[in-house]
């Protein structure tokens, strides 16, 4: 099959020892990072871009690729420890994570959610491989005028449609939007919302949003109210090896979780919550140790956490294919992609084969390092997470400072990095969706370029918009996806079903 | 939990529909001084319009939203730590924005970060983000070689 010669030729980019060295330092620095409280997958690749500024594409890519799972494994060790979940996909690992490791049964807890992740993410990657050369022909097939459509849709479903509130949501969507159009408008070379800044005429760098959103303001915000709520980490007691019960409760919902994980996470319907609820949900209705449910059961750790990792790989589906970031990490790593100047979607396949299969040839490689790395080197991830809070912080914002300024050595970029931090904070105390802003910064511009090309060829003729099947069938579901959360009270409901 | 069930108007609510406002007002005057080049480009107006006038809806969302008691209840706030943290960002600003360099501001921030976690040993923490700041220099500047503002302290590796 064309999908798997495809495969081989990025296996034998990916092995190359520079670029499996790049792997095994991308897994290692994001899981140590990813670990850290309070710091998700996005921040964690926010605040390791600056250190592949120098690589070349390909090393620094396959760096990513080991970054991203790494961060996503970490994250997990994190919430299933100190029930902090540094994003909200963990939050349904947390629940039943760590009242095990309450329990005493952290060790089978991060084992399962480990080998729950590698399985969730093979399969899932694989998909990938599979479902990349047909969306890809597709596609090819698409005008800027199906592409802005979809990226309508995109822009309701990451805010509106499944959030706690679509006002809020949205409002987060046009912050976002409001600052995609700061710089210099290509097509006319005039300059918008700049105010004579020159540092503004270069747009906003999306790592500088990123890492003020997530990193200053989760820092102003957890210090706000340090004095109410305080972390407790769980020791890991006990074997950290499962049972021969524990896999027995273990293998099913790691393939129910995928099967949840992966389609909703390469929809462009954005968000990984979604799935890891639907799992959890999933788990504690088929189990047959119900009584041990709000004790620590093993299924509500193993279904979530693959439910996660297959939805972290299903978004790189529309983010390679159509170059279409669905969540605050995909963002990044779109970021990431664009500082070498290259561009996801279907010319990137033809272009660059070697590129993109060797990125996804590398996945495969930072889960299979993932999981033989992870459950040894528990002891030293777990000292990572004793790093009292204090230094913690004051560490996360001196490299979130570092890497702004080494991006763009202007006091200008730390002004926004701060005022950044101030917008991350105020929102989380008001509980507005934060991936909605740096999805809005990064694809805005996207959209208005392709919808001023899909004007310019139709001589300004807005019907083109509407006499594109694909492009009126998009833009259909995202007007249903827009209105329906006003009509249907609590469509994001069904994530609250913990009790 | 501060506010009740029962609905009651929401003062910050409605601030931040004001501000969503004022942002919207800004976007449309930044776009009125935009000039329309292409006939056939549907030009750089556009969007900024699109935008301008999404916000304002939403503002009236949020206005609403404030109305009816929908913003999620919140915990009491802790100025000090903001202000430590935020002090010590300008500090580091206003030093690299006047040549000092960014070893002594992130030391200094550092210093106020861990401070604001409640940490009482401000002089052993500034030590510890000095030493940060040299290794960070040493990673970033020198084996990675970038660029990092350079003040009297820099220039001596």
């Given at each position: 099959m064309e999908a798997f010669t495809s495969l081989a030729s990025g296996l034998a980019v990916a092995i190359q020892p520079m670029n499996l060295l790049f792997a095994l330092i991308g897994v290692l620095l994001g899981t140590a990072v990813g670990v850290l409280p309070g710091i998700g997958p996005a921040l964690t690749v926010a605040l390791l871009l600056p250190i592949t500024f120098k690589l070349d594409p390909a090393g620094s890519i396959i760096m990513f690729a080991g970054i991203y799972y790494g961060g996503m494994y970490g994250g997990s060790t994190t919430a299933i420890l100190?029930?902090?979940?540094?994003?909200?996909?963990?939050m349904a690992t947390a629940l039943e994570g760590n009242l095990m490791a309450k329990a005493g049964r952290g060790g089978p807890a991060l084992a399962t959610s480990a080998i729950g992740s590698f399985v969730a993410g093979t399969i899932a990657t694989l998909g990938l491989t599979l479902l990349a050369p047909y969306l890809v022909e597709i596609a090819v097939s698409f005008g800027p005028e199906d592409y802005f459509a979809l990226m309508c849709v995109a822009f309701v479903t990451v805010s509106a449609t499944f959030g706690d509130s679509p006002v809020r949501g949205l409002t987060s969507l046009f912050i976002g939007l409001l600052l995609g159009l700061v710089g210099i408008d290509l097509l006319s070379g005039q300059s918008r919302l700049s105010f004579g800044v020159p540092e503004l005429y270069d747009n906003i760098e999306v790592t500088t949003l990123a890492v003020g959103l997530f990193a200053v303001g989760e820092a102003l915000y957890v210090a706000s109210r340090r004095h109410i709520h305080e972390e407790k980490l769980e020791a890991v007691r006990g074997s950290l090896w499962m049972t021969k019960e524990d896999w027995k409760r273990s293998w099913k919902p790691w393939l129910r979780g995928t099967a949840f994980g992966f389609p909703i996470g390469a929809l462009p319907a954005g968000g990984a919550e979604i799935p890891t609820f639907l799992s959890y949900a999933t788990e504690k209705r088929l189990t047959k140790h119900p009584e041990d449910f709000g004790k620590g059961a093993i299924e509500g750790v193993a279904g979530p956490e693959a439910a996660n990792n297959a939805s972290a790989a299903g978004t790189l589906v529309p983010l390679l294919t159509l170059g279409l970031p669905t969540s605050a990490t995909a963002a990044m790593l779109l970021a990431g992609f664009q500082q070498y100047g290259l561009n996801p979607g279907p010319l990137l396949f033809a272009e660059q084969p070697n590129l993109v299969w060797g990125l996804i040839a590398s996945l495969f490689i930072a889960n299979g390092m993932l999981l033989v790395l992870n459950l040894p080197l528990v002891g030293l991830w777990v000292k990572l997470l004793t790093i009292p809070q204090p230094w913690l912080y004051a560490g996360i914002l001196v490299f979130a400072t570092m890497g702004t300024i080494a991006a763009n050595p202007s006091p200008v970029e730390l002004i926004m990095l701060t005022v950044f931090g101030v917008l991350g904070f105020v929102m989380r105390r008001f509980d507005f969706p934060i991936a909605p802003v740096v999805v809005g910064l990064i694809l805005g511009p996207i959209a208005e370029s392709q919808l001023r090309r899909a004007l310019s060829i139709s001589l300004g003729d807005p019907m083109v918009l509407l006499q594109s099947p694909i492009s009126a069938t998009l833009l259909a579901i995202a007007l249903i996806a827009l209105l329906l959360p006003f009509f249907l009270k609590g469509l994001g409901r069904f994530k609250a079903v913990e009790d | 939990m501060s506010t009740s069930s029962q609905r009651r108007i929401d003062v910050a609510g409605l601030v931040i529909a004001l501000l969503l406002l004022v942002l919207a007002g800004v976007v449309w005057w930044d776009m009125t001084k935009l000039q329309i080049l292409s006939p056939y480009d549907l030009g750089p107006k556009v969007m900024p319009i699109v935008v301008s006038a999404g916000l304002t809806l939403l503002a009236i969302g949020n206005v609403i939203g404030a109305l009816r008691g929908d913003l999620p209840a919140r915990d009491s706030l802790d100025w000090k730590p903001i202000f430590l943290i935020l002090g010590g960002l300008a500090s580091l600003i206003l030093l690299i924005a006047f040549g000092g360099g960014f070893m002594i501001g992130t030391a200094i921030l550092f210093a106020t970060t861990s401070a604001a976690f409640g940490r009482r040993a401000f002089l052993t923490d500034l030590l510890i983000g000095a030493v940060i700041a040299v290794l960070i220099y040493l990673l970033?500047?020198?084996?990675?070689t970038l660029s990092l503002p350079a003040g009297p302290l820099e220039n001596l590796f």
């Open positions: 100190i029930n902090t979940p540094g994003e909200s996909a963990s | 970033f500047g020198k084996l990675l």
